[in-house]
């Protein structure tokens, strides 16, 4: 059930999204994404013009976006200085390198052994923590943007952030993706998550001018949402699939659109609030459940699309949230498999 809406608030006091909730709808498309299959033969390997393919194909300018935007909202409540970049790098170390490199570690072994498309070289195995690999590459993306971001935004006195936002547009929309031996800890990523991230970061900074233009910030990120969703309709109705071109200006005005009106009008939703908590580790986990709950009601029998979908949703986020509650009893597993330090209270 949904709470009521938020009000934006007059007189320039600011407003407060439900981050929880906006990391709810975020696990809930990444984890859809990955049961129905990135392309026609993984998944549930649906193919146009099956709904959930155009479902799963829609959704790429929302998915990774969001958790950008959701970021940048979230590294802008805490104020960084230059004297506290060495501890805050540290904590983002510690948070995302070290319980992902093991996931990423355990996904490329069990993909090794089970002889997946996904299953790395041996001799080329310690490409996996340098260059994109899986769906861990939003790590080393949104790791970079931290680390690069967060020296200019405390060396500027956190004054940049809207130069940076204009200079990151134009990167996104002229500059060349790198080639694959290039894309070291997959900087092509973070050029596509950077706008979304400084975006999530200007919402939160600048509330005053955001509520004294919210009704004309509403307004266009709406009209760019219908106006980008018709070219994506008129897209498919001559070619019969969605366009896949991340790196074009549709694709930047729809993100940005969905976005910002994801922060300012989402209303706080309690069914998808508890799910918040346990992103990350949704994040790291969702495969391996999905995966292995695929394969046991393939064998079984059970070839009903509709059905293993949903199966795979609760499955996906289930076994992730339980070895989430069971991790975070211990020291050990806390500080390695969730990234929680020992000296921390243990997080949902």
Same mark, same amino acid.
């Given at each position: 059930?949904?709470?009521p809406?938020?009000?934006i608030?007059a ?5 407060? /999204?439900?981050?929880e909730?906006?990391?709810?709808v975020? %696990?809930l ?5 990955h *049961?129905?299959g ?9 193919g @146009? ?7 799963a194909d829609? !959704?790429? &300018?929302?998915?990774?976006p969001l ?6 909202y979230?590294?802008g ?17 510690r948070r995302l390198?070290? /319980? ?11 993909? !090794?052994i089970?002889?997946? &498309?996904?299953a ?8 996996? @923590?340098?260059?994109p690999?899986?769906?861990?590459w939003?790590?080393q993306?949104i790791?970079? +943007?931290?680390?690069l971001?967060?020296l =200019?935004?405390?060396?500027?006195g956190?004054?940049g952030?809207?130069v940076?936002? *204009?200079?990151?547009?134009g990167? =996104?929309?002229v500059?060349?993706p790198?080639?694959? &031996?290039?894309?070291?800890l ?5 050029v596509y998550?950077?706008?979304? =991230?400084?975006?999530?970061l200007?919402?939160q ?5 955001v %509520?004294?233009?919210?009704?004309l910030? !509403? ?5 760019c $949402? ?5 070219v994506?309709l ?5 070619n019969?699939v969605?366009e896949t071109d991340?790196? &074009?200006?549709?694709?930047?005005a729809m993100?940005?659109?969905? #976005?910002t ?19 990350l580790t949704?994040?790291?986990?969702? $495969?391996?459940a999905?995966?292995? !709950?695929?394969?046991?009601?393939v064998? #079984?029998g059970? $070839? ?10 609760? *499955?996906g +986020?289930a ?13 050990l597993?806390?500080?390695y498999i969730?990234g929680?330090g020992?000296g921390?209270k243990?997080?949902?």
């Amino acid at each position: 059930m949904s709470a009521p809406r938020r009000k934006i608030p007059a007189g320039g006091k600011g407003f407060s /999204p439900s981050i929880e909730t906006l990391r709810g709808v975020a %696990v809930l498309l990444l984890v859809a994404y990955h *049961v129905i299959g990135s392309s026609p033969t993984s998944g549930l390997m649906v193919g @146009y013009p099956h709904p959930l393919r155009i479902f799963a194909d829609a !959704m790429a &300018d929302v998915r990774m976006p969001l958790f950008a935007c959701i970021a940048g909202y979230v590294y802008g409540l805490r104020p960084l200085t230059l004297v506290g970049y060495p501890t805050f790098v540290a904590g983002k170390f510690r948070r995302l390198v070290i /319980p992902g490199g093991i996931a990423c570690t355990l996904f490329a072994i069990l993909s !090794m052994i089970a002889g997946k &498309d996904t299953a790395p070289a041996p001799a080329e195995f310690w490409t996996i @923590y340098v260059y994109p690999y899986a769906h861990y590459w939003f790590l080393q993306a949104i790791l970079v +943007i931290f680390a690069l971001f967060g020296l =200019f935004d405390a060396a500027t006195g956190r004054r940049g952030h809207l130069v940076a936002f *204009v200079l990151a547009l134009g990167v =996104f929309l002229v500059t060349p993706p790198l080639k694959p &031996d290039y894309n070291i800890l997959s900087m092509n990523a973070v050029v596509y998550l950077l706008p979304f =991230f400084l975006v999530g970061l200007i919402l939160q900074r600048e509330q005053g001018r955001v %509520v004294a233009w919210w009704p004309l910030i !509403m307004a266009a990120s709406l009209l760019c $949402v219908l106006a980008t969703g018709w070219v994506a309709l008129n897209h498919y109705s001559a070619n019969g699939v969605l366009e896949t071109d991340r790196r &074009d200006l549709t694709s930047l005005a729809m993100g940005l659109g969905i #976005c910002t009106l994801a922060i300012l009008a989402l209303p706080r939703i309690t069914a998808l609030e508890w799910i918040g908590p346990y992103s990350l580790t949704i994040y790291l986990y969702h $495969v391996f459940a999905t995966a292995l !709950m695929y394969e046991i009601l393939v064998a #079984c029998g059970a $070839v009903a699309l509709l059905p293993l979908f949903a199966i795979g949703l609760v *499955v996906g +986020i289930a076994v992730p949230v339980a070895l989430h509650r069971i991790a975070a009893r211990w020291a050990l597993s806390r500080r390695y498999i969730l990234g929680i330090g020992s000296g921390r209270k243990a997080e949902r």
